[in-house]
């Protein structure tokens, strides 16, 4: 079964940039035909996705973050990886990436497998 | 931005109880909603996907069912280890949205 990992600083000062990267094992990020997810979660609030990159490399992003969004792909890792820049306290979430799931026709159809989640913190 | 409405936002019942939770959208959606269960600490769950599809090892006692714009979770007899926060989420058009959540608590 694929299992996700998040890993990156926890903690970043205002203005500068959070990177975090999604570990994919127990398989590999370029089998299958898989798009792959960060998503936030403030604590004790709800679920905002983030963006996406498709296994060969495109990529969606939620407008309301995609200035400062860039999410790459590294295969020969097996992982991708979350940038965000000029943060302030209102970017302090616990950051989840997550696989989509597909059906038939290659519509995403859910976020089947979800890393724990890593906490980032902004603050000075 | 395609805006998932939760109700109600809490809800308490208790072990045994059939209870519904339902998510409407704001504009349609075809079938491309997913429902979570998320416990404290923990990552969402994937229980329901294209409206209602169960995932696998998900128990049969949740069903989703609806299109369009209307969307309902069911759990048909609550166990102990179904409270928790349910969120639904739209695969329909970016941004993917997710509702505000339901958190189920025990009576």
């Known amino acids: 079964q694929v299992q996700l990992q998040e890993s990156g600083p926890g903690l970043v000062k205002p203005s500068q940039t959070l990177s975090l990267t999604c570990t994919v094992s127990?398989?590999?990020?370029?089998?299958?035909?898989?798009?792959w997810s960060w998503i936030r979660q403030p604590a004790g609030k709800g679920l905002e996705w983030i963006g996406r990159?498709?296994?060969?490399?495109?990529?969606n992003y939620n407008p309301s973050l995609k200035s400062r969004v860039t999410i790459s792909i590294d295969r020969s890792k097996s992982q991708f990886s979350l940038k965000l820049t000029s943060v302030t306290a209102a970017d302090t979430a616990l950051y989840y990436c997550?696989?989509?799931?597909?059906?038939?026709?290659?519509?995403?159809?859910?976020?089947?497998?979800w890393g724990q989640g890593t906490m980032v913190t902004v603050s000075a | 931005d395609i805006q998932l409405t939760q109700s109600p936002s809490f809800l308490s019942a208790s072990v045994g109880d059939r209870v519904t939770i339902t998510c409407r959208a704001s504009?349609?959606?075809?079938?491309?909603l997913a429902w979570y269960q998320q416990k404290p600490g923990k990552a969402p769950k994937l229980l329901i996907y294209?409206?209602?599809t169960l995932q696998g090892a998900v128990p049969s006692r949740f069903s989703g069912s609806g299109s369009g714009t209307e969307f309902t979770l069911t759990i048909s007899s609550l166990q102990p280890e179904d409270f928790a926060t349910y969120y639904c989420?739209?695969?329909?058009?970016?941004?993917?949205?997710f509702g505000q959540g339901t958190k189920l608590e025990i009576k």
């Open positions: 127990s398989g590999s990020i370029s089998s299958g035909d898989y798009y």
């Open positions: 294209a409206a209602s």
């Open positions: 989420q739209q695969f329909n058009s970016y941004p993917y949205t």
């Open positions: 504009q349609g959606i075809s079938s491309y």
């Open positions: 990159i498709y296994t060969g490399g495109s990529t």
């Open positions: 997550a696989r989509e799931d597909n059906d038939q026709v290659g519509a995403s159809v859910a976020f089947d497998i």
